[in-house]
């Protein structure tokens, strides 16, 4: 296979500090990416385009907030819980940052055991982390269904500008669809872990590919890059 | 945390397991990431008191520059922390971190931008709809 060929080659990889060992790495037609294998490159190279999907959506956000002359519902109001008789601003969100961040605890604790071949733990903890991935998408169509019943559409709510709800179901839909996405990633390897494919380098049922513990790492990729882009719509969305 | 600075070239033989690119392994930034888990658990619990912080913010309802200053200063640590440490790009070669981080940086230019063109707009609207009321 052409990969085999391309990671059995033998390259020096020893290169200048700095700018220079960049521009090493880069230059004369060369692999640029010398240790890193293609398909963590390539989750990488993903991500990045995700990054400015999400950009463009908390920058249309910005652009919309910014530029409309109705007062911008209040966040820290509209997503405030009442438990027991004391309303709490923000609560569910918070509960939601809590869950999205032990999930992403437990699958960098999931990668380190993969690298040590321990089957057990790294099946349990990447579970485990889609078992949080689960619980904020059912946090997260709880809030969706408060807020349709409170009468927000993407055209218009009763508090304020209209962008308000087009914004926040896009934003957040999109996230929730990541996470989704991310759960049922995290299932199939952790099947696969489980099962022992990367001990006994069993082919993969679609790519027919050898599979390797690296690929737990590359999961892990993904799944804290979620977390990641919540940081930010938290901040933008909820928080400013 | 002293514990980010632990190189993985120190690691140990056991640990040191990389089935395929096995004639790479002699590289001295090698690919299976192996550190120790208190570093996870540090990082964890940071996460968790900056993301208290930053509810915090909204709870005591800080307001004004104080408050976009703290909200941006603690999701950028946090962001930080995950890309770093979770991620592992602290680790990487630094051809993938800069190829990786850079971009996302010229996604400011665009900001920039926006926020001229909806400060236009906005005082558009204030002109030509707003004064008739």
């Known amino acids: 296979m052409a990969e085999t060929a391309l990671t059995d080659t033998v390259v020096s990889t ?17 692999r640029a990416f010398k240790n890193v294998s293609w ?28 530029s409309t002359t109705v007062p911008w519902p209040n966040p820290s109001e509209v997503f405030a819980l009442t438990i027991g008789d004391k309303k709490i601003p923000l609560i569910l969100i918070a509960i939601m940052t809590f869950v999205l961040i032990s999930s992403s605890g437990t ?9 040590r071949r321990d089957r057990a733990k790294t099946a349990a903890l990447m579970l485990a982390t889609a078992a949080f991935g689960a619980t904020f998408v059912g946090m997260q169509a709880f809030e969706w269904t408060k807020l349709i019943m409170e009468g927000v559409r993407p055209w218009g709510n009763p508090w304020g500008a209209a962008q308000f ?13 990541h996470v989704t996405i991310g759960v049922i990633f995290l299932i199939i390897i952790a099947r696969k872990v489980w099962r022992g494919d990367f001990d006994v380098e069993r082919r993969g049922f679609f790519t027919s590919r050898k599979g390797y513990y690296e690929v737990v790492e590359i ?11 919540w940081v930010f719509i938290f901040a933008f969305f909820y928080l400013w | 945390m002293t514990n980010a600075a632990i190189p993985i070239e120190g690691q140990q033989p056991s640990l040191h397991i990389h089935v395929h690119d096995a004639p790479a392994s002699g590289v001295s930034h090698a690919k299976g990431q192996q550190h120790p888990i208190k570093l996870y658990l540090v990082v964890w ?16 309802g800080l307001h004004g520059y104080l408050r976009w200053s703290l909200i ?10 995950i890309v770093a440490v979770f991620m592992h790009m602290a680790w990487e070669r630094l051809a993938l971190a800069y190829a990786i981080l850079l971009p996302p940086v010229l996604v400011l230019v665009f900001v920039a931008i926006m926020v001229f063109e909806s400060d236009y707009t906005h005082l558009l609207r204030v002109i030509f709809f707003g004064a008739p009321a």
Do not use: E
């Open chain 1, 14 to 30: 020893a290169r200048p500090a700095g700018l220079r060992g960049i521009a090493a790495d880069w230059s004369s037609d060369q």
């Open chain 1, 39 to 66: 398909g963590k490159a390539m989750m990488w190279i993903f991500l990045l385009s995700d990054t400015f999907i999400f950009s463009c959506f908390l920058l249309s956000y910005m652009t919309a907030r910014m």
């Open chain 1, 107 to 115: 699958m960098a604790m999931a990668v380190n055991f993969g690298y």
């Open chain 1, 165 to 177: 709800g087009s914004c926040f179901f896009m934003i957040t839909g999109f996230h929730g669809t």
């Open chain 1, 219 to 229: 999961t892990g990729l993904y799944w804290h890059f979620v977390d990641l882009v």
């Open chain 2, 45 to 60: 619990a940071w996460l968790f008191v900056l993301s208290t912080c930053s509810y915090l913010v909204d709870y005591f």
């Open chain 2, 72 to 81: 941006l200063l603690f999701m950028v640590l946090k962001a930080g922390l």
